[in-house]
């Protein structure tokens, strides 16, 4: 079982920068595929961001390659998202989640991460 809280969202102007961060609290000794994804009302949750635990393996969705960078820090048990450069198309509720398996993290995908956050805000004014 994992609790997971968000915080970090604000609203910033275009071209700019925030951080994400996201604790991790419970069975924190496993392995997992952490993942930042982003909402918009009226669509699915989108997998921006996925990184394993372990290391070695992380994902961008392609409209966040070189702008956003995700990280975990395994002794804090912290997952941030660096967001730079950011675009008024990144206005989302941006929540953490975690799924169990590290092959999850090739493409994150809604339905199988198992823990959510209850999401933070971000918004990109132009």
């Known amino acids: 079982q994992l609790h997971l809280m968000e915080s970090g969202g604000g609203s910033v102007q275009a071209g700019g920068s925030l951080t994400l961060s996201c604790k991790v609290s419970?069975?924190?000794?496993?392995?997992?595929?952490m993942g930042w994804f982003r909402r918009v009302p009226g669509k699915d949750h989108e997998g921006v961001a996925a990184i394993w635990t372990g290391g070695n393996t992380e994902y961008y969705d392609d409209s966040v390659k070189d702008r956003f960078t995700i990280s975990y820090d395994n002794a804090q048990t912290m997952l941030y998202l660096h967001m730079n450069h950011l675009e008024p198309e990144d206005t989302a509720m941006y929540y953490c989640?975690?799924?169990?398996?590290?092959?999850?993290?090739?493409?994150?995908?809604?339905?199988?991460?198992?823990?959510w956050g209850q999401g933070t805000q971000v918004t990109v004014s132009s």
């Open positions: 419970g069975w924190t000794s496993t392995k997992y595929c």
């Open positions: 989640a975690a799924a169990t398996m590290r092959s999850l993290c090739a493409v994150p995908i809604e339905s199988v991460f198992t823990y």
